[in-house]
Structures are given as C-alpha cells and as structure tokens.
C-alpha cells in the first residue's frame, strides 16, 4: 500500500532504473543554503530599506547587518559550489539574460556591494549618507535576490522545479521575509520589532499557502499529482513539513505571544528562521528526487498530446 | 526556410547544419563509437560508476557497463533485453549522444557563455571559460551534459567540432561499422531517416519511430535523432523533451510580481505602524 | 560474427538490408542474434545433428542442385565393397583399431583403387600423418585414383550419394529437436530458406568460427556444411562458401606460412623422420600426382632453393636432408604434457597467452614451471610472463615463486602499428600495413627478433665443423636492414616469399615454379604477391574505382583469385549458371581457342575448355578435364565423401562432446571414437550426464576484449566497457541455484574452480534435451590475474581433449557445476573441487603421478 502521499505506481519501461536527467550536480548544503541567505539577504536589506525611511533605526541597524552578513556568506557558499573564487568572477564576464544565473549574478554582485556598503558604514559611521543611498538601492536589489533563485530553479529541465515556475518565486518571496523577520525578531528588542513581526507573519502565511499549493501540485500541467510527489514524500517531504510546522508554530508565536514577551520573539523569529531555511532545503531535494527517478521525467512526458498522437500502433 | 541555429546565433554565413542520424535498427552495440570518441578526445576512463571513477565494476546492465553519457563519456550506447510480442527476445542496441539542440537549454542557462553555437549549428563547451556552475547539467532535458569530478567544469560531445573545421566527419561515425551512426547534413539525413523509416514500416516493422527529427518538438529538433525500435524511455531518452528555458520570459514575470510582492509585503509591514515602537 | 568480428559484419547487414534472410545458430543469443532474423539457440556440440539434418532434408527432398552435384562433386563415385558406415557399426566406421583408438582408412577408398597399406601406428607416436594432418589447403593424399568408378544416375546402392542418403537418414527434425533443442518449426523455416535460396539463381553462405571448430569433431563439422553446401551448388560461386572466421588477424597467415609443427610453407607436409629420407620418398606421399599438386616438387624445391640458396642443388636433393623431421606429435598440448614431464627444456611465447588463452589452464602453467627457461614476446606483461609470482597455484600453494626455476626472458614486442608487414585474412587476402610509429621502447618487431637470434647464432656456429650446424650454416640469411636497431626489411622478406626466377626477377605466378632448382619461392601460394617487382598487397585502390569483386585492393593467394574453385559458377559447358550469378565463364571468342573470363581471375587453367578430356596417365591439372573446377582434388570433384585424408571418418557423424550432459542416442559410440585424449590426474574428464558436474558450459569472447586479453585488459578505454568476469545463465538456472543478477557464482570442474559475476539474461535459454532441461552456462574467457581488469581464467575449466585431424581443443562444450558466492581462496580451493571429484567417483582416474 502507498502511503496517502504517493502516487500509485505508474507502468512504462525506464532504463535499468537510471534517471534520464542527470540528478543536479549543485551540492547540499551549499545551493539550498545560498538560497536562504539570499533570501534571508534580500528581505532584511528590504526591511532594512523600509525602517530607514519610516525612521526605525534599530531595525534598520539590524536589517543593514543581517542583509550583509547573509549575502556574504551566500557568496561564499556559491564560491564553495564553484571550487574556486575566480570563478565566480567569470560570471562577470558577460551578462546574458538568457541565463537566470547569469542575472543573478550580476543581481548578487550588486546586492553583495550595496549591503556591505550599508553595514559598513553603519559598524564604522563613516560615509553615513553613501550608507543610505546603498540601502535604499538594497531595497531594489533586495527583492530581486530573494526571488531570482525561484527563476533559478524553474529554469531547469528538473521536473519538480520547472512545473513550479510560478510558485518557487513566491514561495521564495515569502519565506525570505518570514527569515528576514524572524531574524529582526530574534535581535532587535520586542518594542522595536513590531514592522518586522509584521513581516514576518506576512511572509509565513505566504510561505505556507504556497507551499500548500505546490505540495498539491496546483498548475502544475500534465500529472501534477506525480510531478508534485517530491515534494511530499522522501527528504524533501520531511524538510516541507518540518517547514510548515515551523512556519506554523513561528507564525503563532509572532502572532500571539512575540509582541509581549522577548523569549517568545526569539523562540518564534528562530522557528521562522529554521523554517525558511528547511523549506529551501526541501525545495533543493524535491528536485534532486525529481531527477534521480525517471518515472518524474517521463510519465508527464507521455501523457502529453504530441506523444500520445505520435505513438506508433 | 527552416530555422538555422548558426543564422540566427550571429554567422552571416554559414556551412550546412550538419548532425547525426543515429539508426539503431542496425546497431550492434560494438561501441567502437565510445571507444573513438574518447581517443578522439583524449577523455579519461571513467568506467560505468561516474561517482566513483576508482571502481571498475560490473553493472549488470546486460553488455551495458558505461551506464549514462556524462562528462567523459560522449557516446553511450544502451542495451535492452526485452521480450517481444511473439514471445522472442530482442536486444535493443542505440548509441546516445548529445542531441545538439536547435534551441538549446544549456547554451541559453550558461551564464559565462562558455557554451556556444558554432557554425555548424553544433553547441560546444569552451573549457578555458566554463567555470564549473554546473546549471547547464540541470537544465538538459536529456541528462547528458555533466560536470566532471576533481576538474570541476562541465563537458560533453563537441560533435568533434575540431574534425569538423579539418573537413573530417565525427570519430564516432567514421569508427561505426555499421553506419548505424550516419554523419551529414541535417536535411540528408533526415530524407534518409525517412526512407529508412518507410522501408521498416513496409516491413513489418510497426515499432520503428523517428525521435528528435521533428523541428516542432521542445527543442526545436534534435541535431542528433534517432531510428527507434521502442519507446524512448525504453532506452533512457525522454519521450518529448522540452527546453525549458522557452518559458523564461514568464518565470521572470512570476519573480518579477513576487518581487513587488516581496517589497509590497514590507510596506505594508511598516507603513501599517508608523511611528510605534522605536 | 557482429560479436567478434564486428567490421565484418557490416556486410551482412547491407546483404540484410538488400533482403538478404540471416539466421543465426548459436547457443546464446549474441549481438549477431539481434540483428539477425531468427535466432535458433542450440545446444553447443550438437551441430553435426543440425547440419546432418539439413543434408538429410536436402536429400530425401530432393533438393539438391543435381546438374552441380553429378558433374562436380564425388557423388556419382563408387566405394569399396569393404567400407562401412556408422549406421552399420553402431557409430564406428570400418577400420577402427580399439587397441590404438584409431582407423586404418583403406576400406573408405573408392572402388576400384588399389587399396594402400594402412598407415598404422608409427613407432614414435599414434599419430596419422598421410599429408600432415593438419594440411588444411587441398593438400589431397595420394592414390585416390584419377578416374574413379562413377554412376552418374546416382542410383548405384555404393555410390557417394546413395551412402550419403543412407547414413544421413537419420537425421531428422525430430532428433534435432531432441538433441539440439531446436524445435521442428523452427528447423524447417531455415531448410526452407536454404533450399530456396540455392540453386542456379541463388546462393547460400555459412559462416562459421570457432563455436564449431573448437570440439573433438571440429573439422568433422566443417565437413558437414561442406558436404551441404556442395549438394547446394554453394561452393566456387558468388554468394556461397563456407566461410571461416579466424580468432585473430592473421590467423589464416599463420597457417599459410605455419606456425604450425606438421606443416611447411604453403601447406607442404613436413617431413617424417626415418620414413623421408630423401626428397622422392617424401613427395610420394606428399601430396596426390594429380590435380595441382601434381606439381609438388616444384613447390618444394622452390622453397629449399629459398632457404639453402646455393648450397641446394639437384645433386645434394636440394637440401631436403637439412629440413628437421618429425618423431610424432608436437602440437601445443601433447608439448604441455611434454614440459610438465621434463622432456621440453625451453620455450618460446611469440603474441601467445596459454597461462590464460589455452584450455587446461592449470596445466598450462605447470608446465611453463617446468621448463629451463621461457621467452615470451608480447605487448605487455601477460600472465604467461608472470605466472611464477602472481598465478592461481601460487595462491593454493600448488607452485611456490623459489622452487620454480624458470628463467623467464620477457621481450617487449612491437605492435602491427609499429612495424611494415602484411594481414593474410581468412578470405586468403594479403593486405601490407605501413609502420605508422616507431615502437616504444625495447620493443621490437618480431620480425627483428627472429632475424637477429638467428644472425646471432649464425655468428656462433660460424666455426663449427660438426655437420648438424650445416643447415643453420647454409641458410639464406641476409636480409637488408635500415635504421639504429637493424630492422630488416619486410618488404624483401615478401619478395623472398614471392620467389625469383633464373634472372632473380620476381615471379608472378605458382605456375612458374621450376622443379629443376632455377626457381625459388618460399611459399608457392604465396608467389605473384611481388609480381612485377610491385608490391601487389600494398595495392589500395578505393572498390569505387573498379569492380564490385575489386581485384585492385591488395592480394589474394593463389593468382589473387577471390573465390576458390569459381570455375564451379559456370556450367559444365562453361556458361554462367544464370545471369543473376555470372562470376567466370568461357569464352570462345577470346585467345586462340577461347579462353576462361570473368570478374575475377579463373581459378582454371585459362585455355582449358570446358570439353576437355585429359590423356590416359597424364599427371598434375593435365589429369584433370574441363569440367573439374576442384583443381586441388586429385580427381578435380568437390568431395561429399573422403576417401582419404581425415583420420576419423570418411563422413561426419554426431558424437557427443567428450563432456556432456546426454548419452548419444544416435550410436553406441558417445564420442569421436578417436579423439585425443590425455588421461592424466590434471585433466580428469567428467562422466557423461552426471549429477555432479550437470551443467552444460560454453566459452566465447566479447567484442570488448581481444582473445586471452593481452591487447584489451592492458588499455583503460576497452577495459571499462567490460570490467569484470561474468557468466551468463538463464533465470531459470538462477532461480534452481539461487543466483542474482550482479552477485557471485562459482563455476566447478574436475580441473578447477572459478569465480565469476552473474548475468541473468533471457539470451541464455534453457534447452529440452531428450526429453528434460539442460542448462547452458555461458563464460566469455578474457580475464587473467595480469592487467588493468583482473579475474579467473576460464579456461582453467575446461579438460584438454583434442580432435584428432588438426588437435584443437574442445573449448565450446563440456560441462561444470554452478554455485551461488565466491569460490574459496587457497587450498580451500582445491578442497571444493576435489569434493565435488570425490562425489563424481574421479578421483583415482588418471595415469601420471598426483
């Protein structure tokens, strides 16, 4: 018997069980990590951005910090991915919009500078007026860096990720803001940290209705109900729903209890964090699943009106 | 007028598009193609198991014991032991390749341009650029370009794009005794894939299909197709694969709108409460 | 064919694709399998049955293409009142010795030709040797008289074909279905196919390779296809032919220019001791007088002028005394047993691996620790340069590395890439190959190598004056070398071969050779390879730019003919059986009196016409007629029957391999009556249809590897694409002995056992034989314990048992146990297989000490 969450086994003859995509060669924790804290990045600096101009200045110290410390340490994992640091600087070679990493990564390379602009000038006070321009350029670069990467792994012939083109950058959208939220909980006290708790449950209730969305597979075109089965069973299954009660429990928290007590922010913005973080890594393995079985590849394949018109008799 | 790849990437003029029909109905799995591929290229042996070029071990994979294309196998050729419907057995031979693809997923997703079209409308990684991102490896509908352990960059068939500029056709199609792997132009081949089809079908052979001849397929047509004795899948191949990167313009539209949600969402977050809590 | 000889079946896919039908008979279904039309799994040493039964089906049908039969073939000849067959004798035919296991052949003569003396047992050896036995190129026995008593009705109840019909009479779809596993469906469809495509419109080929060379009846098979392709009118003609496919490049060179102990040059038997003293005494029984071996002594005084030069003159018989003679046998088994018994002292291995590549492995081995001293010259260090520190007796203690005391010699040898010579391939064609690099090293060629010992040695018995060096002394050695190293030149080695005249110009045809000593040659099939002082095997003019026969790329022995006997494509009266298969014909506009013509080069004498009628007494191809297109025969037919010349059987009859898991139903008689088997304690075979060993086994090669894998296990590329040892076996043996795909099996016989990993695979079926299931374990033998891949040596399975005409090893059939798992390591090894011979009750068998 399946368990609720699986399809039921389909028939047609696969090649010795080999998958006919290669299985991503982007390494855990390197990609899913550089998709938190590009995240996590891109919405601080946003918030960051947000707290300037409302006139917030401790969550606004906090975002500058947070979106610099997260941009360069996702920086860093994608250095690590690479092998060697020059070769990100290839990136910079060309720009191609044809390639979403190519974006990216001129995305990134501005964030990177703008954020650690910001921070700097906030740790040391020097250029204070450069500090503020560089936020209130984050503030564009910001959200694009959170959600590129759902354009990053759609654009990819990976089952689970390409059917979820429209999902993965709200998805990222929000959890990125749960993240930046929770973080902004967790470091910033409770009288200060109401725009960000208020984020924070923005971006968890969108993390979760999408999530519920692409477990479902909703939009997903031929056989949602398998191409969507990654995402619900296996590692990736466990890490979304450890994400959702996370989510959940965070959003409850920041709902509830937060706004009066510090240890319930920081238990709350953590779960929020942690959730965030294990929804990118389900993400990551629900297409290293999608790629290693080729049933994911090639049922929604057949069930196309192009293979089912050209089959011979 | 057909698309021409090579046209359209920027060379005012350019030879034929040439490419490879591969007609496995007279393959006999000999795998000389494999075997000249890598003295051709110089590719390391990298035995059936990629993840761990140290073991050379059986696979159990009928005569089949290098497993996938990858990144130091540029020709593999696949054996299926399968019952028929007359209760025989047929073993199914095919030599896959890279598929050459008219729109070409991991020419468009490489963001150092490491990939590109060459004239011949081939796509060829160039290694002193490729910087090893590995997206390209991910975004291949057929799963055959791969990223190389311990050299870190990524490689495939250059459809022995070196020959091609000396006038020689491909190590894999010279070596083939058979002409199971035929070389040429794409529009020859294609006649003669079609004619090749016609005389199976005329035969009695009903499961012979054409796969990758189509332009109209998601990849615009395969520069490399195939004469096919069973489903695609059959042989490890995707039955309609498609370059996902066709759908670009609207996963940009999608992020785009999360973005502003993203932005959107923190107004509204700090607006909604202006000047509490400082 | 598309397994091991993968370019070469390139053509029969495009015959396939021009309609052509392919069937396939092989035990397992192979990579020729897929692409043929019908595969037919048999039961590997049933062919006989198999064939028989198509000659049975031929007969009794009436199919034969008669007008070829009575006209060219020996089936309208009457045999002697003594002859028996094996349907009379219970499967031994007349003449059989128990005592000596061997037949006298003087009752299998035709009638009316004096029987000779039998050729008995010599006093050396048990050991027939009318023309050598293993004279493989029409070298025909003497005597079997030039005209016959023929009955062209074929009604005549002892002619050749009414003995024929009889003994193949029994050959029926049935048996074949009960001792094949072929089942009568299956059978008829290719009868059908083979009768309906042969005849004068149409032509059959069979093409064969060691699956029916490799048994104690191996060339009794190769009669069988002969004997029906000959009642098809399938020989001589485009399309037909028995076609051989050699284990090796060059195989068929080897034995043109042998490698082999019994044979000279040119398939010239090599000389007896005591019973060819002299030349005359020699060629009496050389060779027939008629026919074109009617000009034997041309032949051989050549090839004594090419190696004694000067010193070869009519008065000293050309040095005929200078040739070394032969005591018995000395082929590579009975030389195995020779070492292990301390009567050979040294060794040398030139391209060879029988640690690995030779049956009985084991023994193999122990005899090369027995020796003085071992040269081998290869490529790499193979096992048989290694087996003293790293062989399977090392491990089981059975050798120990400082009680051996070999001196092994290990001479790197350059590769055909790294040096000019020639291919001769199996369809006798010559193709030169260029030096494309130097080779690496200390390698050099063998050619180098041989030349060199001999200069050397040469130089030491320069001074001698004892009369046993003389023929070292007085050899033609001097060959003109180029380079650092001194390679002699290859080319001048072909020209010696070629032969010259009186004029020392090249000689451009066999039929120029002299018996006078004016000429010498030093192969005379060989001569016309250098005619015009041109490389003729060089020649590589694309076949777009000649003919479809294309008699432009390289050369062919003899005359660069490219179909034997292609006077056999036209009728009796000379014209081309149809239009559909024109190949040779006479015309009798041509020359003065019309001449022979075709696409290729007639293989007749050119104005011969089809009328002809020899002269009472005349000799050579003046004996022959017009319409005898066997010009090698010495009465010019194709032979059904042969009345001379094979040392076990005039006919081919089934007998069962010596190991098998059936009694033979057809005969009393279970195996080849004289097979040559050793009995000794390393080589006890297995009882027939046993419970012990009750698997049938069969060994091949992979298109991946190269023989006994010194050329493939050594390089990166071909040993990925088979890395490992495996057996193949049906699920349904998986199933009974718990074995899985991936996992281990041990494979046991009486000699040893192996490990190898397991394939399950559909292409190995399990058979119905006489009514129950006999499974077939398939072995490719390529491992050793040497080289880039290791594993055990399949070999090492097998028992030596040889056929007696050419003694080749019965490698394809015997029989062996499976289990599932890794064999032991050590003496726990020798443990399990002298279990399983204690449970066979073989433990005492075998002559020799243990």
Redesign the interface.
């Known amino acids: 018997m399946n368990a609720p969450e699986q399809v039921d086994p389909v028939q047609?003859?696969?090649?010795?069980g080999?998958?006919?995509?290669?299985v991503?060669?982007?390494k855990s924790p390197h990609m899913p990590g550089y998709l938190f804290l590009g995240g996590l990045s891109?919405?601080a600096s946003?918030?960051a951005a947000?707290?300037e101009?409302?006139?917030?200045?401790?969550l606004a110290r906090q975002g500058r910090l947070t979106a610099a410390v997260a941009a360069v340490g996702g920086a860093g994992l994608l250095v690590a991915?690479?092998?060697?640091p020059e070769?990100?600087l290839?990136?910079l070679?060309?720009f191609?919009p044809?390639?979403?990493?190519?974006v990216g990564?001129w995305i990134l390379a501005a964030h990177g500078g703008v954020t650690t602009a910001a921070a700097a000038s906030t740790v040391t006070g020097v250029a204070p007026r450069a500090g503020r321009a560089a936020v209130a350029v984050s503030?564009v670069t910001?959200?694009?860096v959170?959600?590129?990467t759902?354009?990053?792994l759609?654009?990819?012939?990976?089952p689970a990720?390409?059917a979820a083109?429209?999902h993965l950058?709200?998805l990222?959208?929000?959890s990125?803001?749960a993240a930046a939220?929770g973080a902004a909980m967790v470091m910033v006290p409770v009288?200060?940290?109401?725009?960000?708790r208020?984020?924070a449950l923005?971006?968890a209730l969108?993390e979760l209705a999408v999530t519920a969305s692409l477990e479902r597979g909703q939009g997903f075109g031929e056989e949602p109900r398998l191409v969507s089965e990654p995402y619900r069973i296996g590692r990736a299954g466990t890490l979304l729903r450890a994400a959702r009660l996370l989510a959940v429990a965070g959003a409850a928290g920041t709902a509830l209890a937060a706004g009066r007590h510090r240890a319930a922010a920081v238990a709350a913005g953590a779960a929020l964090l942690a959730g965030s973080a294990c929804t990118r890594f389900g993400v990551y393995h629900a297409?290293v699943l999608a790629?290693r079985d080729?049933k994911y590849?090639?049922v929604p394949?057949?069930a196309?009106p192009?293979?089912q018109e050209?089959?011979?008799? | 007028m057909t698309y021409d790849p090579a046209r359209s990437s920027g060379y005012p003029d350019p030879p034929q598009r040439v490419g490879f029909f591969t007609d496995t109905s007279?393959c006999?799995?000999?795998?000389?193609c494999?075997?000249a591929c890598?003295?051709w290229n110089g590719l390391?042996?990298?035995?059936?198991l990629p993840e761990d070029a140290s073991v050379?071990?059986?696979?159990?994979?009928?005569?089949?014991?290098?497993?996938?294309l990858?990144a130091s196998t540029w020709r593999h050729v696949?054996f299926?032991?399968?019952?028929n419907d007359a209760g025989?057995?047929?073993?199914?031979?095919a030599s896959d390749v890279c598929k050459h693809c008219t729109h070409a997923?991991c020419l468009?997703?490489?963001?150092?341009?490491a990939l590109f079209r060459t004239e011949f409308s081939s796509v060829v990684v160039q290694q002193d650029?490729c910087?090893?991102?590995?997206?390209c490896?991910?975004?291949?509908?057929?799963?055959?370009?791969?990223?190389r352990e311990g050299d870190?960059r990524a490689w495939k068939c250059t459809l022995c794009y070196d020959r091609l500029r000396g006038g020689l056709e491909p190590a894999c199609a010279k070596a083939c005794?058979?002409?199971s792997i035929q070389f040429g132009p794409l529009d020859e081949l294609r006649e003669r894939a079609d004619q090749r089809l016609a005389r199976l079908h005329s035969d009695g052979v009903?499961?012979?299909?054409l796969y990758g001849e189509d332009p109209a397929?998601g990849v615009g047509g395969a520069g490399a197709f195939f004469l096919l004795l069973?489903?695609p899948?059959?042989?490890?191949?995707?039955?309609?694969?498609?370059a996902?990167?066709r759908?670009?313009p609207?996963?940009?539209r999608?992020?785009?709108?999360?973005?502003?949600?993203?932005?959107g969402?923190?107004?509204?977050?700090?607006?909604?409460?202006?000047?509490?809590?400082? | 064919m598309?397994e091991c000889h993968?370019?070469g079946?390139?053509w029969v896919?495009e015959a396939r694709?021009r309609g052509a039908k392919v069937f396939h008979i092989d035990p397992r279904?192979t990579?020729?399998?897929?692409?043929a039309d019908r595969?037919l799994p048999i039961r590997a040493g049933s062919d006989v049955v198999f064939l028989g039964a198509l000659i049975n089906h031929v007969l009794a049908g009436g199919h034969d293409f008669r007008e070829y039969v009575v006209a060219y073939t020996n089936a309208a000849t009457i045999l002697s009142d003594d002859f028996r067959d094996t349907e009379d004798l219970d499967g031994l035919f007349s003449g059989y010795d128990p005592e000596s296991r061997s037949y006298d052949p003087a009752s299998w003569a035709y009638r009316g030709v004096a029987a000779e003396p039998a050729a008995g047992a010599r006093e050396e050896e048990d050991v027939r040797h009318e023309h050598g036995p293993e004279a493989q190129y029409e070298a025909t026995p003497a005597q079997t008289g030039p005209a016959p008593e023929r009955d062209e009705t074929l009604q005549h109840p002892r002619c050749v074909y009414q003995v024929l019909k009889r003994h193949f009479a029994r050959y029926t779809p049935e048996l074949v279905e009960e001792l094949c596993g072929i089942p009568p469906e299956a059978f008829a469809e290719v009868a059908d196919a083979v009768v309906r495509c042969s005849g004068r419109d149409r032509t059959t080929a069979w093409v064969y390779s060691v699956g029916w060379t490799q048994h104690t009846v191996g060339v009794q098979y190769i009669r069988t296809a002969a004997i029906l392709q000959l009642l098809l009118g399938n020989i001589g003609r485009p399309g037909g032919g028995i076609l051989a496919l050699r284990g090796h490049a060059s195989i068929q060179g080897s034995t043109d220019i042998p490698t082999l102990y019994n044979l000279l040059p040119g398939y010239l038997p090599m000389p007896f001791a005591h019973e060819h003293e002299d030349l005359d005494s020699y060629l009496a029984g050389a060779a027939g007088d008629t026919g074109f071996w009617g000009r034997k002594r041309s032949y051989m005084v050549s090839l004594l002028k090419a190696w004694w030069g000067d010193a070869a003159t009519a008065d000293n018989d050309f040095r005929f005394g200078h040739l070394p003679r032969l005591t018995g046998d000395h082929g590579t088994y009975r030389t195995v047993m020779d070492q292990i018994d301390g009567k050979v002292k040294g060794y040398f291995l030139t391209g060879e691996n029988p640690a690995v590549g030779s049956a009985g492995g084991k023994m193999q081995r122990l005899g090369l620790a027995a020796l003085d001293w071992l040269v081998v010259r290869d490529l790499t260090l193979i096992e048989s340069a290694t087996f003293w520190k790293e062989g399977p007796e090392i491990e089981t203690g059975e050798l120990s590395t400082p009680e051996i005391g070999t001196e092994v010699f290990f001479l790197p040898a350059a590769a055909h890439t790294e040096k000019d010579g020639t291919f001769t391939n199996t369809q006798r064609l010559l193709q030169w190959h260029h030096k494309a690099v130097e080779p690496p090293g200390d390698a050099r060629s063998d050619l180098w190598f041989f030349y060199h010992l001999g200069r050397r040695i040469r130089a030491r018995l320069a001074g001698s004056d004892d009369p046993r060096d003389l023929p070292l002394q007085e050899l033609t050695w001097d060959y003109p070398t180029e380079g650092e190293h001194e390679e002699p030149s290859a080319t001048a080695v072909l020209r010696e071969i070629n032969g010259v005249g009186p004029d020392g110009a090249a000689l451009s045809s066999f039929t120029e050779l002299e018996d006078d000593g004016s000429t010498a040659a030093g192969c005379w099939i060989y001569t016309g390879a250098f005619a015009g002082e041109v490389n003729q095997t060089a020649r590589r003019r694309p076949g777009t730019e000649q003919s479809w026969v294309a008699p432009e790329w390289g050369w062919a022995w003899p005359a660069n003919r490219r179909i034997l006997y292609n006077r056999a494509s036209a009728d009796p009266d000379g014209r081309p059986w149809s239009e559909r298969k024109r190949y040779v014909w006479w015309d009798p506009d041509r020359g003065d009196q019309g001449e022979w013509t075709g696409h290729d080069v007639p293989d007749f004498e050119r104005a011969k016409p089809p009328g002809h009628r020899p002269e009472p007494g005349a000799t050579a191809e003046h004996a022959l007629a017009g319409d005898d297109p066997f010009i090698m025969q010495t009465d010019g037919k194709g032979w059904l029957y042969v009345p001379k010349g094979l040392v076990d059987g005039p006919l081919p009859a089934h007998y069962e391999p010596q190991e098998s898991p059936v009694v033979n139903p057809l005969y009393g008689q279970q195996s080849n009556p004289a097979r040559r088997v050793f009995r000794r304690r390393r080589n006890r075979y297995h009882p027939v249809g046993g419970e012990v060993y009750p698997y049938a086994v069969t060994t091949y090669r992979?298109?991946?590897h190269h023989t006994a894998g010194g050329m493939s296990r050594t390089l990166?590329?071909?040993?990925?694409?088979?890395?490992?040892l495996?057996c193949e076996v049906s699920p349904e043996l998986a199933a009974e002995r718990g074995l899985v795909?991936?996992g281990w099996a041990t494979i046991i016989t009486a000699r040893t056992a192996i490990e190898a990993?397991?394939?399950v695979?559909?292409?190995i079926a399990p058979l119905r034989i006489r009514g129950r299931t006999v499974h077939q374990v398939g072995l490719p033998y390529h491992w050793g314990h040497a080289g880039?891949?290791t594993g055990d040596a399949v070999n090492d399975l097998l028992p030596i048992v040889l056929d007696p005409n050419v003694g080749i090893q019965e490698s394809k059939a015997a029989t062996c146990d499976v289990r599932a798992g890794r064999r032991p390591r050590g003496p726990a090894l020798t443990a399990l297989v002298r279990g399983h011979r204690r449970a066979a009750g073989l433990e005492n068998e075998g002559d020799d000490e243990p």
């Not at chain 1, 009288?191 to 960000?196: N, T």
């Not at chain 1, 050209?310 to 008799?313: A, E, L, N, T, V």
């Not at chain 2, 009903?206 to 299909?209: P, Q, S």
């Not at chain 3, 990166?716 to 490992?724: C, F, G, K, R, T």
């Open positions: 047609f003859t696969d090649y010795y080999r998958p006919v995509l290669k991503t060669r982007w891109g919405a946003t918030m947000a707290a101009a409302t006139g917030r200045p401790r991915e690479l092998g060697r070769r990100f290839n990136m070679r060309v191609k044809s390639s979403p990493m190519s990564s503030a910001g959200p694009l959170a959600t590129y759902g354009v990053l759609a654009d990819t012939a990976v990720w390409h083109h429209r950058p709200p990222f959208a929000g990125a803001l939220g009288a200060a940290a109401g725009p960000a208020r984020a923005l971006g969108a297409g790629g080729p590849t090639v394949q057949r196309r192009r293979v050209s089959r011979p008799g | 007279i006999i799995g000999c795998k000389a494999e075997v890598k003295e390391p042996a990298d035995g059936p050379l071990e059986l696979t159990g994979m009928s005569y089949d014991n290098t497993g996938a990858g696949a299926v032991e399968k019952q025989g057995l047929n073993w199914l031979m997923a468009d997703v490489c963001p150092t341009g650029v910087n090893g991102c590995a997206y490896v991910s975004a291949c509908p057929y799963g055959v370009i791969d990223r870190g005794p058979t002409d009903t499961e012979a299909r397929d069973d489903e899948e059959t042989y490890g191949l995707p039955p309609d694969p498609v996902t990167t759908d670009l609207a996963m940009w999608w992020a785009a709108g999360a973005a502003l949600g993203l932005a969402g923190v107004a509204v977050a700090f607006l909604g409460a202006r000047g509490r809590g400082r | 598309a993968p370019v079946f390139q896919v694709q279904f990579r020729t399998s897929a692409l595969h992979l298109t991946e990166a590329y071909l040993s990925e694409l088979q890395p490992e495996f795909n991936g990993r397991v394939l695979t559909r292409r880039s891949v």
